[in-house]
Structures are given as C-alpha cells and as structure tokens.
C-alpha cells in the first residue's frame, strides 16, 4: 500500500495515454483502447493514488474519465491553463507527453485540486448534444457569411448545406427534447427554470447539462464556478477595474444571452438593470451584474425547488 502523498498524472493523446507516478517518478505508457485502459487501470489499483489528474481537453478524456470513475479511482480534470501557468512557474518549459504526466503528477501533490463528482452517463450525453448543436451553429454562421460572397457555382453548394444543417439542428433538437422528456428530474428541473421570463430551452438544458451543481452552492460559489463572479485588480495604489475571468464558458454564454433577454421581459431583471444603468454603471457592467443576479434567483429556485415567483425574488 502506497502512502496517501502519492500521485499521479496522466497525459491524453488519441493513441496512446502517458502515466507518472509521483514521488518516484514511475512512468507507463499505454494504447489508448480498451486493453489499455484495463492495464492502466490494473496498476492504478495496485499503486492505490490519492490523486489522479488529467487535463480537460475537450472531450478526449472523457473514456477514460469514465473508466476510472467505473474503478473507484479518485480521478480529478483540470483546466489546462492551470497545469501549464503552474509548468512555468516551476521552470518546466520542455513539453512531451511524458513531460507533461509528470507535470500532471507534480500539480497534483502541490496544489491538490479538490475532487469533483463526475455527472452521470446520462448528463454526460446530454452535454455532448448539447455541444454538437453548438458546433452546428457555428457551421451555420460561418456557412452565411460564406455565401454573402460566393460566386453562382458555390453560392448553390453552400445553400445546400445550409438545408443540410438546418435539418441537422431540428434533429439535435428533437434528441434534446427525447432526453429530457424520458428522464422525470430533469422535466421537473425544466419546467422551474422555464418559468423564468427570459430562460429558454437552450439556457434550461446548458443548465442541466453544464451546471448540476445549481441548488447545491451558495451565490458565491455558484458566480465563481460559472464565471460571473468579479475578481479585484488591486495591487499597491494602483485601483483597477474588476474583472470576471475563468468559469464554465458555455454555461456562461448561455446565461448571457438570456440576460439580454431578460432585460426586456423580466421584470425583476429590468428594474434592477435599469437602476444600475441610471446610478451610471456602464452597460457591459450593469449587464453582468444582472447575469450574476439572474444566475442567483436560478441557484435560488433549484435549491428550495419552487418556481418563479417575482414578488419573492425580488431580494435574491
């Protein structure tokens, strides 16, 4: 049995995974495939870590994150600009995909990132529809502007696949609605946040996906880990302005864009963004206060489970 310092870090590629164990520095390598994984996880058993950490890195952990999780091995993803500031700080500039496990190691015992449940199977596939229909607007943005300048030939290409995408994204749609009609807890957790002026289907189900931990936090906690919560820029004499930085992006975008809404059609939203416009807030300022005020009423609603009430959320 190893001691309880131990840790380790594991570097993701597509083909094959990067393992260093720290203290001692034990590396191994293995194919990114299911007889890798099962030898990993074998000597993940026997060394018994505290920690394990990998890099978020967009969805190619998220096999392996499962299969760890499925063993019973305390699995933690971190932000990689996290490991990468801290790889500077300690002089490490060379990268390998050893290198960097051992980084993963080294950040692990240091800093000790707290560990986080991993959302279900089931949250997980919602989140990655929900991501693809994300993708699929892009695809749609960037396929409009495009065809502002085509010539004839490839304006009638482009188009085609405008049509292409369109049907694309009402298939993603009715897969959401499929997902959240068969599961009872997330139609209820629906219906609550639906009976917000200004939430919609796209920041109710960013929501469930991106955000389980809505209810379960306090408002600070709940700003920090989305990203709406301001950060001071003080050092000496020197004043700055605050600043929001870091959080859960498309959770984040989501609520923007119902913020904006919300500042025409919610009355709570409106009153108190327009009282911060008329104290002289600037309007990106007063926006984000009002995204975090929203994101309160939300955390509010979810943890005592009661649905929009505008006369009680007016102190949230």
């Not at 310092?5 to 590629?13: E, P, R």
């Not at 060379?94 to 949250?123: M, N, S, W």
Request: one cysteine or more; hydrophobic letters at 45%; a positive charge.
């Amino acid at each position: 049995m190893q001691p309880l310092s131990v840790c380790v870090g594991i570097d993701i590629s597509k083909a094959q995974l990067d393992l260093v164990v720290e203290p001692g520095g034990e590396s191994l390598t293995v194919p990114y495939d299911d007889q890798g994984l099962a030898t990993l996880i074998l000597r993940l058993s026997q060394i018994a870590p505290r920690r394990i950490v990998v890099e978020a890195t967009g969805g190619l952990e998220r096999v392996l994150l499962r299969a760890l999780v499925d063993a019973a091995l305390p699995v933690i993803a971190v932000n990689p600009r996290q490991v990468r500031d801290f790889a500077k700080a300690t002089g490490q500039l060379a990268k390998t995909d050893a290198l960097d496990a051992a980084v993963l190691a080294r950040f692990a015992g240091v800093i000790q990132p707290p560990e986080r449940t991993l959302p279900d199977p089931q949250t997980q596939e919602l989140a990655a529809v929900l991501a693809r229909r994300r993708q699929v607007l892009a695809m749609q943005r960037a396929e409009q502007n495009r065809l502002d300048r085509a010539s004839t030939r490839v304006r009638k290409r482009i188009e085609a696949h405008l049509r292409w995408l369109n049907a694309e994204l009402a298939r993603l749609d009715e897969d959401l609605d499929d997902m959240i009609a068969q599961s009872p807890v997330w139609r209820d957790r629906e219906n609550l946040l639906r009976s917000v002026p200004g939430i919609g289907p796209v920041m109710s189900r960013t929501v469930l996906a991106e955000l389980p931990e809505l209810g379960l936090l306090n408002r600070k906690q709940v700003a920090a880990l989305v990203g709406v919560a301001p950060f001071n820029r003080d050092s000496g004499r020197l004043r700055g302005h605050r600043t929001i930085w870091g959080g859960r992006a498309p959770v984040r975008t989501a609520l923007y864009m119902a913020t904006l809404v919300a500042t025409r059609w919610n009355p709570v939203i409106r009153e108190f963004y327009r009282r911060l416009r008329t104290a002289g807030k600037p309007p990106k300022v007063a926006l984000v206060a009002a995204m975090r005020k929203l994101l309160t009423i939300l955390n509010a609603m979810v943890h005592h489970r009661t649905p929009w009430r505008s006369a009680v959320v007016q102190g949230a």
